[in-house]
């Protein structure tokens, strides 16, 4: 089974620490339990999103938005720089 450690129960993503298969069911462990069933093959080290994220929509990691969706990322998908535009680092966008 392929897991993912949540670092704050107000997260909506998890970051694999495992590598992932697209249809594994992915078991969440630190500050959260349940699983989520992977959309597509994600590596160790990335994110998933662990709830719908819609577009526009705040990417919550650490217990702190960490950027924001540039599209709709479902349940399970991929939560990557293919689609989330960072808020940090960048000195245009606020924190």
């Known amino acids: 089974m392929t897991r993912a450690i949540l670092l704050n129960e107000s997260d ?7 590598d992932g298969s697209s249809g ?3 078991l969440l462990q630190g500050e959260g339990s349940g699983a989520v069933k992977l959309g597509r093959d994600i590596p160790f080290g990335h994110k998933v999103a662990i709830a ?7 990417v ?3 217990g702190q938005v ?10 399970g998908q991929h939560a990557h720089v293919h689609n989330i535009e960072s808020r940090r ?3 245009d966008k606020s924190a």
């Open 89 to 91: 680092g960048r000195g």
């Open 66 to 75: 960490i950027g924001l969706a540039t599209e709709v990322i479902p349940t």
């Open 24 to 26: 594994d069911d992915c």
């Open 60 to 62: 919550i990691k650490y």
């Open 52 to 58: 719908d994220i819609g577009v526009g929509g705040e």
């Open 12 to 18: 909506n993503v998890a970051t694999l620490i495992d």
